[in-house]
Nanobody
Framework: QVQLVESGGGLVQPGGSLRLSCAASGFTLDSYSIGWFRQAPGKEREGVSYISRSGGTTYYADSAKGRFTISKDNAKNTAYLQMNSLKPEDTAVYYC????????????????????WGQGTQVTVSS
């Protein structure tokens, strides 16, 4: 059974950092691309970052560039999203997604393209 479990969310002050984890089971992460998405209250879910199966290609939403870093550890079957310099507008539920496809820069952030999703982890940035 394919399963993705996010963790690492929480409450952090503006300017702080968090590292989200996405633990995969039921499949091996080296055969799947990983995407991170987020959904703020009253807003549509949006793509945050993407990493290809090999880890050789990454994409970021403009809002994440320079602050967030996506990575994956295939040996641990876990993907990560390191988030630095957090802002109140980063507050959202963060989801990881997995798919066998390799996406282009204009396709990875369409959530309909992804097969598997985690349950989400809440990130709140507030003083």
């Amino acid at each position: 059974q394919v399963q993705l479990v996010e963790s690492g969310g929480g409450l952090v002050q503006p300017g702080g950092s968090l590292r989200l984890s996405c633990a995969a089971s039921g499949f091996t992460l080296d055969s799947y691309s990983i995407g991170w998405f987020r959904q703020a209250p009253g807003k549509e879910r949006e793509g945050v970052s993407y990493i290809s199966r090999s880890g050789g290609t990454t994409y970021y939403a403009d809002s994440a560039k320079g602050r967030f870093t996506i990575s994956k550890d295939n040996a641990k079957n876990t993907a990560y999203l390191q988030m630095n310099s957090l802002k109140p507008e980063d507050t959202a539920v963060y989801y990881c997604a997995a798919d066998r496809s390799i996406f282009s820069d204009n396709a990875w952030n369409r959530d309909a393209n992804w097969d598997y999703w985690g349950q989400g982890t809440q990130v709140t940035v507030s003083s």
